[in-house]
């Protein structure tokens, strides 16, 4: 069961914490400082004047620091709550809202702790190491820091990822997220677990595996990358030819020229000598027809269209 520090209070350097085991949190308190009671009617008197004053006296409002303190505690005590129930989902959610408004080592010391559980490794044990390296860490709470990151840290696995084949332009993401260039080729922590690798280029994936870590150990994963495509571009009547890492590597090309009986033009093409003998047609019928009339008639007159004859 995880060793969880509850805090008396989330003020700063000097709060207080206890220990929790999952049974039961055991919190220290700070001894308080005892009244001495004042004998005699004049005592009391003076004590039931001083009592009225100070309820007739307007009570001062919190400011906005004393709410977010108390917000950040009561978020904490859920966190508690959720890990002694072993709910450490919740619980981390709960201790990352209140470190995001009271950002102290007793609070990073839980979260660490809960991440670790749910086999979060690599974070937990950055953010201990953070609570080791606090100049405000209470001594006892930083010890438990050291003892939790001796135990964390033997379970961290490694990767090693490797790119093989055309790697310009190439992204490697690691579960959804981009990973440094300075990480190819070399063992990183990672957490133990199923990971997927990905390459993408050009927004498109181009290389991917699934590997599993185990806890502690190395694991290596090779990605054989697929060779850019090249992207052609029609400039000034010249075809180039570019790969896809960029304009540096240009192959300029003459353009294909149409074949000759695929015509070159509109006398080329079978359509427009169709249209040409329809016009032909339509004409000879024309002259027929004027010719035909004889005498003094006047000659039949038209518009010749293609396929048509408009007697006017």
Do not use: K
Not at 194 to 200: D, I, L, Y
């Amino acid at each position: 069961m995880p060793v969880l520090a509850v805090p008396l209070r989330i003020d700063g350097p000097e709060e207080r914490f206890g220990r929790c085991d999952g049974s039961r949190a055991r919190v220290s308190f700070r001894s308080m400082h005892r009244v001495t009671a004042l004998g005699g009617a004049l005592s009391l008197g003076l004590l039931f004047l001083a009592a009225t004053a100070s309820a007739q006296q307007p009570q001062p409002q919190p400011t906005d620091d004393t709410a977010q303190r108390a917000a950040a505690r009561a978020l904490f005590e859920e966190g508690v709550a959720f890990a002694e129930q072993r709910q450490f989902e919740n619980a981390v959610d709960r201790f990352r809202r209140s470190r995001e408004l009271r950002r102290v080592p007793v609070v990073t010391y839980n979260l660490a702790v809960a991440l670790a559980e749910l086999r979060q490794l690599v974070e937990a044990s950055e953010l201990l190491r953070g609570v080791i390296r606090d100049e405000t860490t209470p001594p006892e709470l930083r010890q438990s820091a050291q003892v939790q990151l001796s135990q964390i840290l033997p379970r961290v696995g490694r990767l090693t990822i490797r790119l093989s084949g055309d790697r310009s332009g190439v992204l490697v993401v690691l579960d959804d997220r981009p990973i440094a260039p300075a990480l190819i080729g070399v063992a990183a922590p990672i957490d133990p677990g199923q990971h997927r690798v990905v390459a993408r280029r050009a927004g498109r994936d181009v290389a991917s595996q699934v590997v599993d870590v185990t806890e502690g150990r190395d694991a290596a994963v090779t990605l054989e990358v697929e060779p850019a495509l090249p992207q052609v571009r029609d400039i000034g009547g010249v075809e180039l030819e570019t790969e896809a890492s960029g304009p540096s590597r240009q192959r300029p090309r003459r353009r294909r020229e149409p074949e000759r009986g695929g015509g070159g033009g509109v006398l080329g093409q079978w359509w427009f000598w169709g249209i040409v003998g329809v016009v032909a047609a339509g004409a000879t019928t024309g002259i027929i027809v004027a010719a035909s009339s004889g005498g003094t008639e006047e000659p039949v007159r038209g518009t010749f269209m293609p396929g048509s004859l408009d007697i006017r």
